[in-house]
C-alpha cells in the first residue's frame, strides 16, 4: 500500500509540475523571455517523458527523449551564463540530481563537473553582477549536497536490493519467493487449523486469433492493480508466468475461493473488454489438503485452471476429480474442491 500511495503521490506532482512549467514557458514567452520560456518547455519536456507521468514512459523510445530533453536544458542553461538572463542560471543548482536521475552516474558525474568548470569561467565574464562570487560557492555547496544524496540513495537501493520482492511491471510478488511464502502459510494454516486455498488465474490467449501480446504487456499494470484491490492485506499474489497469476488466500475455504475466484475473473474480464480486448479469463482453485505442501498445492491449481482453458475457457475451475464441469457463467458453488 505504501508503494501505491509513493507512485500515486510522485504521478500527481509529475502533472502538477507540468502543468505549472507550461504556464511558465507561456507566459515569459508572452513577455518577451525566449530563453526561460525555452528553459521551462524543455523542463516540461523531461517531466511529461519521465515514468512517473505515465506508466507506460518505462518502455523505448520515452527514456530517449526524456534524455534529449535534458541535454536540450542543459544547452540553455549553459548559454544563459552569456547571453542572459541571469536569474535563469539558478536553475543549475537542480541540474546536478536530474542529471543522476536520468544518465548513468558516470556520464552524470562528466556533466557535473562540466557545469561546475563552466560556470565558474562564465562567472569571470560577468564583472557586471556583484553576487557572482557567492552563486559560484552556494553552487559547489548545492553540488556537495547533491552527491550526499546520490550517495545516500545509492546505498539504500544496495542495503534493499535483497528485500526486493515485487515484479516491476504488475507490482505481483517475484515468482521466486513463492515456494517460500506458500509453505510458510502452510505451516501456518496446519499449526493454527484454519483453511486456506490458492487461485490461479490466466488470460486465455490459445482462444484467440490474433497476436495481442503488445496490447496485453500494456495494460498488465493495470490487471496488477486491479489484483491488488482485491485482495486482502494479509493476502499475496505472485506472477507465476507472462500472463499467469497465482493468489493466496490464508483462512479461506475452497468454496468461499470458488465465489472470491469468480468475481476476479469477471473483473478483469471486464477490465479487458473495456480496452477493446476480446479476452476471456479463466482460474483454478485449489484447497489445502492433509498431506499437501507447496509444490503439490501449486499442481492443484495449475491442473484445474488447465482443464478450465481446455474446457472452453472463461469460467472457473476447482480441483477436484473433474467429475463436475464449471459453467462459465455462474459462481462454481456446484464444483466441488478438497476438504479443507
Known amino acids: 500500500m505504501a508503494q501505491m500511495a509513493e507512485k500515486f503521490l510522485l504521478s500527481k506532482l509529475s502533472r502538477a509540475g507540468f502543468v505549472v ?3 511558465i514557458a507561456t507566459l515569459c514567452a508572452v513577455l518577451g523571455e525566449p530563453m526561460v520560456a525555452a528553459a521551462a518547455a524543455a523542463a516540461s519536456g523531461i517531466v511529461i517523458a519521465g515514468k512517473t507521468f505515465h506508466p507506460n514512459r518505462m518502455n523505448q523510445p520515452w527514456p530517449r527523449v526524456q534524455q534529449a530533453f535534458f541535454v536540450i536544458l542543459l544547452f540553455i542553461l549553459l548559454a544563459s551564463f552569456w547571453t542572459g538572463p541571469w536569474i535563469l542560471s539558478h536553475w543549475l543548482y537542480a541540474l546536478p540530481l536530474v542529471a543522476f536521475a536520468l544518465v548513468p552516474p558516470a556520464a552524470a558525474a562528466i556533466v557535473t563537473l562540466v557545469i561546475a568548470v563552466l560556470a565558474m569561467i562564465a562567472t569571470q565574464w560577468a564583472i557586471g553582477l556583484a553576487d557572482r562570487h557567492q552563486m559560484i560557492s552556494a553552487f559547489l555547496l548545492t553540488m556537495l549536497l547533491s552527491a550526499l544524496l546520490v550517495f545516500l540513495r545509492n546505498y539504500k537501493a544496495r542495503q534493499l536490493a535483497p528485500l526486493r520482492r515485487t515484479d516491476e511491471l ?3 510478488a517475484s515468482r521466486e519467493y513463492l515456494s517460500a511464502d506458500l509453505h510458510k502459510e502452510i505451516q501456518r494454516s496446519e499449526r493454527e487449523g484454519t483453511d486456506m486455498s490458492i487461485i490461479m488465474i490466466g488470460l486465455d490467449t ?6 495481442p501480446d503488445e496490447d496485453i504487456r500494456s495494460i498488465l499494470p493495470r490487471i496488477g492493480r486491479y489484483l491488488h484491490s482485491q485482495i486482502r492485506d494479509f493476502d499475496t499474489y505472485y506472477r507465476v508466468a507472462d500472463l499467469q497469476f497465482l493468489v493466496i488466500l490464508p483462512g479461506i475455504s475452497t468454496s468461499d475461493a470458488i465465489a472470491r475466484a469468480e468475481t476476479i475473473r469477471k473483473g478483469l474480464a471486464t477490465l479487458l473488454e473495456s480496452h477493446g480486448m476480446k479476452l476471456t479469463v479463466s482460474t483454478g482453485i485449489a484447497g489445502l489438503n492433509i498431506g499437501d505442501d507447496a509444490n503439490s498445492l501449486q499442481q492443484s491449481a495449475a491442473n484445474a485452471l488447465r482443464r478450465a482453458q481446455q474446457q472452453g475457457g472463461n469460467r472457473s475451475q476447482a480441483y477436484s476429480s473433474w467429475s463436475q464441469p464449471a459453467q462459465p457463467s ?7 474442491g478438497p476438504a479443507s
Open 21 to 23: 512549467l507550461v504556464a
Open 330 to 336: 455462474q459462481p462454481q458453488a456446484q464444483v466441488q
Open 170 to 172: 504488475t507490482q505481483a
Open 206 to 211: 490459445h482462444l484467440s486469433d490474433n497476436e
